[in-house]
């Protein structure tokens, strides 16, 4: 009975989730890139300020959509804020794969 389900599965999608050496076990890192990237991930990202600057400017952005495209950002303030988190999240990440490259992409 089991074997007739065989080959009748498959995956739709798979979450991957990667870690940095050195940011897994918590240590600390001799690479200022890893010790930077866990500041700005636990101190400056949590700072009410700059999420409050964050804010403001997906707000004023999200005005200038037209309006099919304004749900991008969520569609209540509970997905905003998860759009906020994700935002400060991916910037953090940007500014440090972009220091990794070696300044190969400064003069874009």
Known sequence: QRAEGLGRAWIEKIDIATEAPGEATGQPSADPLIELGALMRDDVSRRHA?????????????????????????????????????????????VIARLKSDGTGAGE
């Open 50 to 94: 700059l999420r409050e600057e964050i804010r403001q400017m997906v707000k004023d952005l999200r005005g200038e959509l037209p309006p099919e495209s304004r749900g991008l950002t969520g569609g209540d303030e509970a997905e905003f804020e998860a759009y906020v988190d994700h935002l400060l999240v991916e910037g953090s990440n940007d």
